[in-house]
């Protein structure tokens, strides 16, 4: 490269014209991926060095690492000669898909891809620190570059990181709050655990679909496992009773403690809109009723 390198015969001030042609500037932005592929291992192995002195990526084994920081430089060189963004929000969010389930945190993302904007960035250093002009320009070329990277890629991580976590949050809500069919048009949705207001509305959203989906005409709704509810979720319950009938369901509830009956009657709730079973059995016998099933006797019982 002309004007790049050392040849030893320096005394005193260089002889070299400083480039500053526009064609030299297209050029350099290439001439810096080549030394950065020509010095692929070296400058890995630095970086995965530094990774580990900074306790980095402790979820992954030796294995992923290798092939993880790997990947990562090839696809960071790659963006610095394309310069596309698009790209690297993909593969940032293909990298997020395949860490983030091993337990890897978002500073470590961040952290790993500052490390290697500043191993790269020395090793421009040591190629050009000879000619600070020259290394002026590629410091110029070189950083607004990797700083777009860092950013693209932590912010795509942090997006793909809440897609994951919001997944997860559904996941849970409708494994804790399960709408099952027991017969044709006979619904039973057993809560357990804490009914605060969102999952009581999530509740609403689930009841209300699984209604028009199994074209239900009763619903037992089973509060057994609920500790307790305050005013708030208790209109919710009622405003859900309300919409269930708008929707051609009649609701059941069962399970009711002491603590929610007496809340029921505190807050003024028109009783003569629910109807109310002590158990689920009971509940389910008198839903089947309502829909014309004859209720199973115990052998050898007398008929009604």
């Known amino acids: 490269m ?18 500053t042609t526009g064609s030299d500037d297209e050029a350099l932005l290439p001439e810096l991926v080549a030394h950065l592929r020509e010095h692929r291992t070296k400058l890995r192995q630095q970086w995965v060095s530094r990774i580990r002195e900074e306790n980095l ?17 090839d696809n960071y060189v790659e963006v610095l000669e394309t310069g596309s963004v698009a790209a690297l929000q993909q593969y940032a969010r293909d990298l ?27 090793s421009l250093f040591e190629k050009y620190q000879r000619d600070f002009g020259m290394l002026n320009r590629v410091l110029d070329a070189y ?4 700083n777009r990277i860092a950013n693209t890629v932590a912010v795509s991580f942090v997006d793909e990181r809440e897609r994951v976590i919001r ?27 804490v009914l605060d207001s969102e999952r009581a509305r999530q509740l609403t959203v689930q009841l209300l679909g699984g209604i028009r989906t199994h074209r239900a005409k009763v619903v037992v709704i089973d509060i057994t496992g609920v500790p307790g509810m305050d005013e708030t979720v208790a209109n919710h319950l009622v405003q859900t009773v309300d919409a269930s009938r708008l929707m051609g369901a009649s609701v059941i509830i069962t399970g009711l403690s ?47």
Do not use: C, F, N, W
Not at 59 to 73: F, G, I, L, R, W
């Open 167 to 193: 997944q997860q949050q559904d996941s849970i809500r409708e494994l804790s709050t399960p709408v099952l069919p027991v017969r044709e048009r006979l619904l039973i949705l057993p809560i357990i655990g």
């Open 143 to 146: 950083e607004p570059a990797a």
């Open 57 to 73: 990526l402790q979820a992954m084994t030796s294995q992923e690492m290798a092939a993880e920081t790997t990947s990562v430089y």
């Open 96 to 122: 997020s898909e395949r860490i983030i389930p091993r337990g890897v945190e978002t500073h470590e993302v961040v952290g790993i891809v500052l490390l290697l904007r500043d191993v790269l960035a020395r």
């Open 258 to 304: 002491p603590d929610i009956a007496q809340t029921l009657v505190t807050i003024g709730v028109d009783l003569s809109k629910m109807a109310t079973i002590g158990d689920l059995q009971g509940g389910l016998e008198e839903a089947e009723r309502m829909l014309g099933y004859a209720p199973s006797r115990p052998e050898g019982a007398p008929a009604p």
């Open 2 to 19: 002309t004007g790049t390198q050392d040849d030893g015969s320096r005394t005193g001030a260089r002889t070299e014209e400083p480039r």
